[in-house]
């Protein structure tokens, strides 16, 4: 800061706390074999070390990979059953089926307390918001008669972010687990659909705009501003 009082003096760069280091993991799609449709799910540390190829299917595509609450498996999708169903993993690479639904499903994703599964299944007709226990049982639309994609949980996990195409282009929505309380959050230009929510909930992180041109947003999740 400067003394206003004395018109050549220079000013103070004021002391700013670094950002502490990152910590956990982060999954992720990776091309090992630069073929798409041969992806796997990868893993490594949120510094950048300890990268690790956890499916081990050279032959089947491995896609939207979500870390559990506790860090100990990854949920994702893959057609290595001939079609979408969703899979969970864990870190020594453990792998079982949790859907044998007909159809298509992806973007799976674990509640906060570690209990249900939201993910997209395609019926055919159309795209539609799911909800399942964690072991696969139990699988229940959430919502119907709508393109409606890319779920994720609230931190607390009383509502669920989607991106729906009803009526136009793509806007973001929240919904209780129960299905009710449909609220549409977004009223933005070329929205793509993928979104998270920050930590304590109080932003929505997306993107929008044309293909090379996008930007990344936040925004409210009462009111979209």
């Known amino acids: 800061q400067s003394d206003q009082s004395s018109s050549n003096q220079t000013p103070t760069p004021t002391s700013v706390p670094l950002a502490s280091e990152p910590t956990g993991k982060i999954v992720f799609t990776c091309q090992i074999f630069t073929d798409d449709t041969k992806d796997q799910i990868c893993i490594m540390n949120a510094d950048g070390s300890g990268w690790k ?3 081990s299917d050279d032959d089947s595509s491995h896609t939207f990979p979500s870390l559990a609450p506790d860090g100990r498996s ?3 999708a893959s057609n290595q059953s001939g079609s979408n169903q969703i899979y969970e993993i864990d870190l020594s ?3 079982w089926q949790l859907t044998t639904l007909d159809g298509k499903s ?3 994703a674990i509640s906060p307390d570690g209990r249900r599964i939201v ?3 395609f019926t055919g007709e159309y795209r539609e ?3 399942m226990d964690r072991d696969g049982s139990n699988p229940q639309a959430v919502t119907s008669g709508y393109e409606d994609f890319d779920p994720s949980w609230s931190p607390d996990g009383s509502r669920i972010l989607f991106a729906a195409q009803r009526g136009g282009g793509a806007q973001l929505y929240t919904i209780q687990p129960d299905g009710i309380g449909l609220r549409q959050i ?3 230009d070329k929205l793509s659909g993928r979104s998270d929510w920050s930590p304590n909930g109080n932003l929505i992180a997306t993107y929008a705009g044309d293909q090379g041109a996008r930007n990344l947003f ?3 999740p009462l009111d979209g501003s």
């Open 74 to 76: 990854v949920v994702f």
């Open 186 to 188: 977004t009223n933005m």
């Open 218 to 220: 936040l925004v409210n």
């Open 119 to 121: 993910f997209m299944h």
């Open 129 to 131: 918001i799911w909800l």
């Open 106 to 108: 992806d973007a799976p």
């Open 93 to 95: 690479g453990n792998q």
């Open 53 to 55: 190829r956890l499916t």
